[in-house]
């Protein structure tokens, strides 16, 4: 099992949103500010990781992802599982059945080792580096409509009125 790209990514975009969903929805667009990852690749993963239940979203203003399960119940192996396209393991040169149970046996114990990493701890080993999480401000769905105010003016406001300005 190899760890592409979009693994890490993936990976790198569920520890930040973990880190922030206590304060609601968390935007791809905040993800790639802080991740440095193109918004429309951030869209490819977290299709992946929607259809896998690893997260959620709510449209509209102040909408956004939230994991699909608590962080404790989500591994690296399921992150990675689900964006990357597995290939097969196979060799076809000759003496290649010789080494094939050996590539077939590390991919089930990288797998293996991948399954017992927990989000949840990932969170925290992030938490206790001691950077600061920087949340953003939730933004309100509704903007309040402004006042209104009629203007005031000292200009005629009809036709006699202006005749009768100039007139005298």
Known sequence: MRISTKGRFAVNAMIDLAL?????PVA??????????SLSYLE??????????????????GGGYRLGRPA??????????????????????????ATAGLWLRLEEAMRH??????????VEQQLDRG??????????????????RPARTTAPNSVF?????IAG
């Open 72 to 97: 404790e119940d989500i591994s690296v192996a399921d992150i990675v599982l689900a964006v990357d396209e597995r290939e097969p393991v196979q060799d076809h040169r000759p003496g290649a059945p």
């Open 161 to 165: 009125a202006f005749a009768a300005a």
């Open 131 to 148: 950077e600061p999480i920087v949340v953003a401000p939730r933004r309100r769905a509704i903007a309040p409509v402004p006042t209104v």
């Open 44 to 61: 490819q993963l977290f299709g992946g990781l929607r259809s896998a239940g690893l997260v959620q979203s709510s449209r509209g203003p």
């Open 113 to 122: 080792h991948m399954a017992a990493i927990s989000l949840r701890s990932l």
């Open 20 to 24: 922030r969903e206590s304060a609601g």
């Open 28 to 37: 791809l667009a905040t993800i790639g500010e802080r991740q440095g990852i």
